[in-house]
């Protein structure tokens, strides 16, 4: 009786298992519709239905026949290509009661053009390949109530959005969003993915956006920005949406955001306000870098000046804020645009305003590395600034006929700034004893105006390709600050016995202007279907002004007594023509472009407090060639050499002693000529939309001649002068490299794996001379940065994971006390996660490591690990109401940190910055625009 149960058991399991494997067959023809030519090697992929990944792949044989076997239950997708015809998808499943299915006959349908438009049979397509453009359909991915863009385009095939909100998109930066085609408050992507609702979105479409002369002439320039447009819906353009958000936590922590959308028809309005003190200053690009969590940060310019930090981002006044201290910031702006005429005519115009209060607690270590030694200097330094910004810009657009298009750009900054501080620092020499000591209070009140006006003109003339454009632009900047200098410098012999004391105590007042119009004429002329010139002209003026006055005291609180030394009135005036020829072929895969401009410049300046006038002139040639080819829609190489000049500043100019530092001053060079800069960039980028692999390696390499560098002269006492000079005997070069692969992994639970290689470095050039004697040593510095790191994401429904780590190695190797280098291997990482459970309650956290090792230069290492964390639970069907619950820098590690390099110098600053809070915040999104449930 067991033996016969057993076998009526095994019976069962095997028939079962048998019944489980079952495998499938699909077979068709693939024939043109027209000719009924059978189309051999046609492109076969079975897709899965659910995510649209790659299950089995062929292609038809000599007759047009294919076959694909193997295949298990499961609901599928079939994709069938070929060159210049359009695609033909269908849908269907596959399971006990449909063992094979025989397509028979597919006809494809041949295109005049290569748009590769999906033929849908059945359903709309989740992916949609229109020639360069890749179009998501948004209904094909789930997203849950209340997703904005952001939570969208993490789901997409190809494009990846990081910690901070910054977007990548087939290997490529997406450093623009628009909607409907329209900028929305400007260059800020996040305004847009943070901000508006997931499910008011019809299609998102990724394209490399051409410059405004290419897309209107159609000469390629070779001026590409990676672009994502995000199409509503219909019957999401009118009607109105947003948020309001409140939080409060322990130290008295505090953010508050409100958010108002109003979409009627082509019409868009909006306004937003924001309120806090825990480093949230807007709705900005670089929103996370503002939250002073500790970011890692390394940057490397042509000049030398090589820098990395943790906790830093940039200043309100360009978007964004640096991290040092405590910040308060109060920021709003409004949004609207319109198109009408048919279309014909369009106004997209911006206001924001901010105000940022920051107060900062600061130590400093520097290293100048002299020929005969080094000098040591500790500063410790209090301040407290206060800026408010306004900015409101406008752009206006009107196509007068079908042949010509003129857009007009007008934006204006107004900005008051305060500032007090006070430091202390004390200088030592190598072996210790010390040098000197300086105790200093600075105090400034700043105003900045700016103007800019400009005018863009696009002409098509009978002949096809024949064009010319006009474009003429005005900028207008006017600075003006006042304020104190008190400082104390005490000055040691080697035993530390007090030499001598200076004392200043200053009036400053400064103005600044600058004036500058360009114009520019282009004239296309095509010479055969494939070939054109391009001709353009230019002229422009620069004209500025640094008006510099230092005052002493004539008697107590009365600053009268003009201090010549450190005053100076100073005017540059620049003119310069420049003309030029490009030559332009272009065939459906291959773009060469090649020719060179000349440019004249004529530099007159004059000082008027000494009468002293200086005039210059100068001639470059400025040759440019690029060449580019397309394998396909999504694979390209490029190839590309600029030259260019850079012109000295006028505070590079201006012949006088900026003592704002009594122990560090800049001076003036009105001889300085400018530089001219060669660089060759090279890149590859392929996407594959079936396996969601790209690959992306971007070059560069580049060269300059008579740099600019600088050349400092330090005393015995310490004192250093410095001024800018023209590198004559040296060639500076810098080299960049970034490359990444990226795939889905399905055994990997379908994540994201991704392998990225950045590195860069250049060899510069800085002139020093001894304390001890009048011999002026050459200084080389090598900077090196190398940073492999390994990426894993993975983003479904209701969880979302990603992960980034890897080893740094950064070096500054002066030829100057090579032994007091700064170098080693760091580390980094981030990553976070989130999880939606029932009850409608979400958990979320993320954290990033840093670890930067100490070296010659420094004798302590630099370590942290921050980690955040936060709980929401929605309330109502929607979850339009939602109660967070958060805990910032939980292991109470955040600490300003930054190393940097420059010309001689080496430094490490430590800062105060925002460390451990709990905060409760309540969320309330509301939309009058339909819809609003989950997509499904």
């Not at 087939?170 to 628009?178: A, F, H, I, S």
Request: include cysteine.
């Amino acid at each position: 009786m067991k033996r016969t149960l057993l076998c009526l058991c095994f019976l069962v399991f095997v028939t079962s298992y048998l019944k489980a494997q079952i495998v499938h067959q699909i077979k068709g023809r693939t024939i043109d519709t027209a000719s009924t030519t059978l189309l051999s090697g046609s492109t076969i992929a079975m897709l899965n239905a659910k995510d649209s990944t790659l299950v089995k792949f062929t292609r038809s044989a000599e007759n047009g026949s294919f076959e694909i076997n193997g295949i298990k239950n499961g609901k599928f997708m079939l994709l069938v290509s070929y060159p210049k015809y359009a695609d033909f998808v269908d849908h269907f499943t596959l399971d006990s009661t449909k063992k094979d299915i025989d397509l028979g006959t597919i006809n494809l349908t041949g295109i005049a053009k290569l748009l590769a438009d999906v033929i849908i049979k059945g359903e709309k397509a989740a992916i949609k390949i229109k020639g360069d453009t890749t179009e998501f359909n948004a209904s094909s991915y789930s997203i849950q109530p209340n997703d904005k863009v952001e939570d969208l385009l993490k789901k997409l095939p190809g494009i990846q959005v990081d910690k901070d909100g910054k977007i990548t998109a087939q290997g490529k930066t997406v450093p623009k969003v628009l909607v409907d085609g329209e900028e929305f408050f400007g260059d800020d992507p996040t305004l847009v993915t943070k901000n508006l609702r997931a499910d008011m979105v019809d299609k998102v479409q990724l394209y490399e956006k051409s410059s405004d002369q290419a897309a209107f002439t159609g000469v390629d320039d070779g001026q590409k920005t990676q672009t994502i447009n995000i199409k509503l819906k219909e019957d999401k353009k009118s009607g109105y949406f947003g948020k309001i958000d409140a939080g409060y936590g322990t130290k008295d922590f505090y953010q508050g955001q409100a958010l108002f959308n109003r979409f009627k028809a082509k019409q868009k309005f909006s306004v937003y306000g924001t309120a806090a003190n825990n480093g949230t200053t807007g709705l900005s690009w670089e929103d996370g870098n503002k939250l002073g969590a500790g970011n890692s940060n390394m940057q490397m310019s042509d000049d030398g000046n090589m820098w990395f930090s943790y906790g830093d981002g940039d200043e309100l006044e360009n978007g964004n804020y640096y991290g040092e201290g405590i910040p308060r910031a109060l920021t709003g702006g409004a949004h609207y645009d319109n198109k009408w005429n048919s279309d014909k005519e369009s106004i997209n115009t911006n206001y924001k305003l901010g105000a940022l209060g920051i107060k900062t607690t600061k130590n400093t270590l520097s290293q100048n590395n002299l020929p005969d030694g080094i000098i040591n200097t500790n500063t410790d330094e209090n301040s407290d600034r206060n800026v408010f910004r306004q900015k409101i810009d406008a752009v206006y657009t009107i196509k007068p006929d079908t042949t010509s298009n003129l857009k007009v750009s007008v934006d204006g900054l107004l900005k008051n700034s305060d500032n007090i501080s006070s430091l202390n620092s004390i200088g030592l020499r190598c072996d210790n004893s010390k040098l000197n000591e300086n105790r200093q209070s600075n105090s400034n009140n700043g105003k900045e105006q700016t103007f800019n006006i400009s005018a863009f003109y696009n002409k098509k003339l009978k002949k096809a390709g024949r064009n010319y454009s006009v474009s003429l632009s005005q900028n207008l900047n006017d600075l003006n600050s006042d304020g104190f200098l008190n400082s104390v410098v005490e000055y040691y012999d080697e035993a530390g016995l007090p030499l001598r004391k200076e004392v200043t105590d200053q009036l400053k007042k400064n103005n600044t202007q600058s004036s500058i119009f360009s114009s520019n004429l282009t004239y296309n002329e095509p010479l055969t279907k494939s070939i054109s010139l391009v001709l353009n002209y230019g002229f422009g003026i620069n004209e500025s002004r640094s008006d510099r006055k230092s005052f002493n005291q004539s008697s107590p609180g009365n600053y009268d007594i003009l201090d010549k030394e450190f005053s100076n009135d100073f005017k540059a005036s620049q003119y310069l023509n420049q003309g030029g020829a490009v030559f332009n072929y272009k065939k459906p895969k291959t773009t060469i472009s090649f020719g060179s401009k000349v440019s004249a410049a004529k530099f007159d300046q004059f000082e008027q407090l000494s009468n002293q006038s200086y005039s210059r002139s100068f001639v470059n040639w400025l040759p440019q060639a690029s060449y580019m080819y397309k394998f396909s829609a999504q694979r390209a190489f490029r190839f590309s050499y600029n030259g260019s000049t850079n012109q000295p500043t006028v505070n590079q100019l201006q012949p006088v002693r900026v003592n704002d530092n009594p122990l560090y001053q800049p001076l003036g060079n009105p001889d300085l000529a400018p530089s001219f800069n060669s660089r060759f960039n090279a890149s590859y980028n392929a996407y594959k939309v079936l396996s969601q692999q790209s690959i992306y390696i971007n070059g560069s390499f580049g060269f300059v001649n008579k740099a600019i560098v600088s050349s400092t002269e330090t005393d015995a006492s310490g004192k250093t002068i410095a001024k800018s000079v023209n590198l004559t005997d040296r060639t500076p070069v810098n080299y960049s490299v970034y490359s990444g692969f990226n795939r889905k992994v399905k055994f990997l639970f379908d994540a994201n794996i991704g392998l990225n290689l950045n590195a860069n470095g250049n060899t510069n050039y800085s002139y020093v001379k001894s304390q001890l004697s009048d011999v002026v040593e050459l200084n080389q510095i090598v900077s090196t940065s190398f940073s492999p790191s390994l990426q894993i994401n993975r983003y479904k429904d209701k969880s979302e994971i990603y992960l980034n780590f890897g080893p740094s190695y950064h070096a500054q190797v002066a030829s100057l006390q090579k032994d007091r280098a700064n170098k080693g291997w760091g580390m980094q990482g981030w990553g976070g996660f989130s999880l939606t459970l029932p009850k409608k309650i979400k958990l979320r956290a993320d954290g990033e490591y840093t670890y930067t090792p100490k070296s010659p230069a420094f004798d302590t290492s630099f370590e942290q690990i921050i980690i955040n964390a936060a709980v929401t639970k929605g309330f109502f069907k929607n979850e339009d109401l939602k109660l967070t619950i958060r805990g910032n820098d939980l292991f109470n590690q955040n600490r300003g940190f930054r190393r940097s390099s420059y010309s001689n110098m080496i430094t490490q600053t430590s800062y105060n910055n925002i460390s451990r809070y709990f905060m409760f915040s309540l969320i309330w999104d509301f939309n009058k625009m339909g819809g609003g449930a989950p997509q499904k």
